[in-house]
């Protein structure tokens, strides 16, 4: 199978179980890197491989949802961008996106499968070499907008849809990350992993005002009451950050029916170490159905196996040597 053929039969948009690709500053808290919605228990795990020659950002990934122990019906949708070539993966990159729809009978599941499409079908056609940062931040606008509509010309059962969001862009040694709502991004390098997102939730907002303690936060009713999220106003406020990532980090996006029941410390012991991801992201899912599985259950991934270097100026990259 060509590589353009792999890519357009596997590299889209999905709510489905593991599947593994590979492409050939937090430091302060995490230090300097060291040098050296199918049914429950439903998988969908083609693995393949896609090789690019010379030194370019190279990484593989994983990814499991779940509908968990109290639910009747998945309403988290995943998604993921491939480059369709090597000379994509320096003028378009990857790109990974989490939802967790809100609303249960008000059309939760809609909302989240309508802002992935969007934002996966985007990113494709983004111009060559534009800012990740940019087009999140655009795309994120569009998906917005997108649920909104549905929303509005849903009827009477969709009026309360909404859904939250985290997407992540990689390229050269650069990750950029875009998120509204409760969804998380963690970054986990050295055996330590930390949140690169802030909870968009009445509970968060009271920590960040001083209001209230983060415990106070994890144990109170207002915990996952979401102070934003897509598809409830016409413009979103979005997040957008940037980093740079290391050989051996690995990146996990995740719904709070996995970051509420286990924490991060948890996540790092099983994802670090060079674990397998798709072993992984199977512990993570049964650690959070075994500590009750109250919500649904999503995870994605990724582990940076090499970088290619550059500097920017004025917005643009040039090779370090």
């Not at 008000?106 to 989240?112: F, T, W």
């Not at 979401?226 to 406020?237: C, D, P, Q, V, Y």
């Not at 991801?277 to 991934?301: F, H, T």
Request: glycine share 12%; charged share 20%.
């Amino acid at each position: 199978m060509t590589l353009a053929k792999f890519v357009r039969k596997f590299g889209q948009v999905r709510s489905g179980g593991p599947v593994r690709v590979s492409v050939s500053d937090i430091t302060e808290i995490l230090g300097e890197p060291v040098r050296s919605a199918p049914p429950r228990g439903a998988l969908w795990s083609p693995i393949g491989r896609l090789s690019a020659s010379g030194h370019m950002l190279d990484l593989e990934f994983a990814e499991r949802t779940d509908v968990g122990r109290v639910r009747d019906h998945n309403e988290d949708f995943l998604g993921y961008a491939a480059p369709a070539t090597p000379a994509q993966v320096r003028t378009h990159g990857w790109l990974f996106v989490l939802a967790d729809g809100v609303g249960g009978h008000e059309k939760g599941e809609v909302a989240s499968k309508t802002a992935v499409e969007s934002i996966v079908a985007g990113f494709h056609k983004a111009k060559d070499g534009e800012s990740h940062s940019a087009v999140l931040q655009r795309l994120v606008q569009r998906a917005n907008t997108s649920v909104f509509e549905a929303a509005v010309t849903g009827g009477r059962s969709s009026a309360g849809m909404a859904t939250t969001i985290v997407a992540c862009a990689l390229r050269y040694d650069r990750l950029s990350v875009a998120h509204v709502g409760d969804s998380r991004c963690y970054l986990i390098r050295n055996g330590k992993a930390a949140q690169i997102t802030r909870d968009h939730t009445v509970a968060g907002e009271q920590v960040r005002l001083g209001l209230i303690t983060a415990q106070e936060a994890a144990d109170g009713e207002t915990n996952h009451i979401l102070s934003r999220s897509l598809g409830t106003e016409l413009i979103a406020n979005v997040d957008t950050n940037d980093h740079q990532v290391f050989p051996g980090d690995v990146l996990l996006l995740c719904s709070d029916g996995l970051h509420g029941p286990v924490d991060a410390s948890e996540m790092a012991a099983i994802c670090g170490h060079g674990q397998d991801l798709q072993i992984a992201a199977e512990k993570l899912v049964a650690l959070a159905n075994e500590r009750g599985g109250g919500d649904n259950i999503s995870v994605q991934l990724i582990r940076i196996r090499g970088v290619e270097r550059v500097g920017m100026y004025r917005g643009r990259p040039y090779k370090l040597f």
